[in-house]
């Protein structure tokens, strides 16, 4: 998303690094583009995870992409924060993000297209553009939002359990308009809480309030 700011601190390196050294050699293996995911709340650090692991890959090179659910609002963030003031069922996955359209994007990459086309939001402007992605030499895709624990065609996911009361400093940081200050969004970061508090169930690496990395399932890195 245009506008956003992502700062990567030592500790999302150190967790990037113990994850991509537990699927380095499966990717390197993998005939077909490697798909992953890091979900969590609001400010949690997904978008400075998902930066690290990109940056990590690189460092073994491997190119990667980074598809951020932040792009596939059905609003864009001006239009949808109004929504959700005025629709109190306008919040969650498939209601107000277009998580179908990301899947789409993610089976794209993996039936090998060099070429696919996003939206990208413009947060400054309030407006969606189309991005076109060139996937030429991509090895890995990475998903990262509230939500994308959801996706179905993913080999590895990963999920941060800090929730909005422990990310309230990170959200300053990233500074979106004055939603760290507004009650209803806090409100809203709450009912996200709830809605995705089960997801931590479905990942194979999990991160936890001081980024120390558990691996759920070693076993499976095997399988993919």
Do not use: C
């Not at 998303?1 to 992502?6: C, E, N, Q, T, V």
């Not at 090179?61 to 109004?82: A, C, H, M, R, T």
């Amino acid at each position: 998303m245009k506008g956003d700011i992502i700062n990567i601190e030592a500790h999302h390196e150190e967790a990037a690094r113990e994850i991509v050294a537990h699927l380095i050699q499966v990717i390197k293996d993998r005939a077909r583009i490697y798909t992953m995911t890091v979900g969590g709340e609001s400010g949690s650090g997904k978008s400075e995870i998902s930066l690290a692991i990109s940056n990590e890959l690189k460092k073994f090179g491997i190119k990667s992409v980074i598809l951020g659910q932040d792009d596939y609002f059905f609003l864009p963030p001006e239009s949808n924060s109004e929504k959700r003031h005025t629709d109190p069922d306008w919040l969650g996955p498939h209601i107000e993000v277009n998580l179908d359209l990301l899947e789409k994007n993610i089976i794209d990459a993996i039936q090998g297209k060099l070429i696919v086309e996003k939206p990208l939001v413009d947060y400054n402007a309030n407006t969606i553009e189309t991005q076109t992605l060139d996937l030429k030499d991509v090895k890995v895709v990475i998903a990262e939002g509230t939500y994308t624990s959801l996706l179905r065609n993913i080999d590895s996911k990963v999920f941060i359990t800090r929730n909005w009361l422990a990310t309230l400093e990170d959200r300053k940081k990233r500074n979106r308009g004055k939603e760290v200050s507004d009650p209803f969004v806090e409100k809203i970061l709450a009912t996200e809480h709830k809605i995705i508090a089960g997801h931590r169930y479905l990942a194979d690496f999990i991160i936890n309030d001081q980024f120390e990395v558990t691996i759920v399932e070693p076993e499976r890195m095997n399988e993919y």
